[in-house]
Nanobody, 124 residues
Framework: VQLQASGGGLVQAGGSLRLSCAAS????????MGWFRQAPGKEREFVAA????????EYADSVKGRFTISRDDAKNAVYLQMNSLKFEDMAVYYC??????????????????WGQGNQVTVSS
């Protein structure tokens, strides 16, 4: 599976960005999709995940109410809409795909495929 993420960039605090991740090579509709992020000097952390069906989602407490994960199986894509961005949201964001589970997963080891990182920079 190849995952190609896009949509990162520079935004002012309080602004919005939407990350996209396009998948190819496997049956996308049978994969759990997730977003993780890694800030300088910190470990990679869970941000959001969505089930096969799209009906179940999970969010890190730090982004709940501000970020929304969604998927479009017709386009083999998953999205992360990020609103009310804060300085502490600045990180490299990664999309991930897992084929072993149907429900959203919070642990990076539950994912089998990873996209390249996408930098999100938040200015004050």
């Amino acid at each position: 599976v190849q995952l190609q993420a896009s949509g990162g960039g520079l935004v002012q605090a309080g602004g919005s960005l939407r990350l996209s991740c396009a998948a190819s090579g496997r049956t996308f509709s049978r994969m759990v999709m997730g977003w993780f992020r890694q800030a300088p000097g910190k470990e990679r952390e869970f941000v959001a995940a969505i089930s096969w069906s799209g009906r179940r989602t999970e969010y890190a407490d730090s982004v709940k109410g501000r970020f929304t994960i969604s998927r479009d199986d017709a386009k083999n894509a998953v999205y992360l809409q990020m609103n009310s961005l804060k300085f502490e949201d600045m990180a490299v964001y990664y999309c991930a795909a897992g084929e072993r589970y149907g429900t959203p997963r919070r642990e990076s080891y539950d994912y089998d495929y990873w996209g390249q990182g996408n930098q999100v920079t938040v200015s004050s």
